[in-house]
């Protein structure tokens, strides 16, 4: 698992697996935030057996699935309320780290989002889907 941090409190990474869900919580996460949808590629696990996995862990589980073609999604403010908590350290994953990382970018205020797109750009994001949504 490569995570990236986009801020102290923040990691993205790739699609997870079961085996890898404590090493979550012993990383210092308190949220672990699934953006894939169920059965986007053939063998990824489940969101019921992810969560079931997170909460044995002690972790706070999110499943808040986004596609490029939906991106941000219905549940974008809710996202952004998840990423605002520096009191509980947010791991998000979705199929390479990139959806989480747009939804970083477009979650952020106006006046911050400048250094957050500059901010994952330097860690190698693709950012054409925040560059389509305004922040909101």
Known sequence: MNV?????????????GLEQVPEIAAAG?????????????????GSADIQAAALAAGLEYHHLPVTA?????????????????DARPVLAFCRTGTRCANLWVVTRAAAARVQAEE???????D????????SV
């Open 119 to 125: 901010r994952a750009r330097a860690l190698g994001y």
């Open 69 to 85: 073609m939906n991106f941000p999604g219905p549940d974008v403010v809710r996202m952004g309320g998840l990423f605002d908590d």
């Open 4 to 16: 990236m941090q986009l801020t102290e409190t923040i990691g993205v990474t790739g699609q997870i």
């Open 29 to 45: 996460y308190k949220v672990l935030v699934n953006n894939r949808p169920d059965g986007e590629d053939p063998g990824q696990p």
């Open 127 to 134: 950012l054409g889907m925040a560059a389509r949504v305004p």
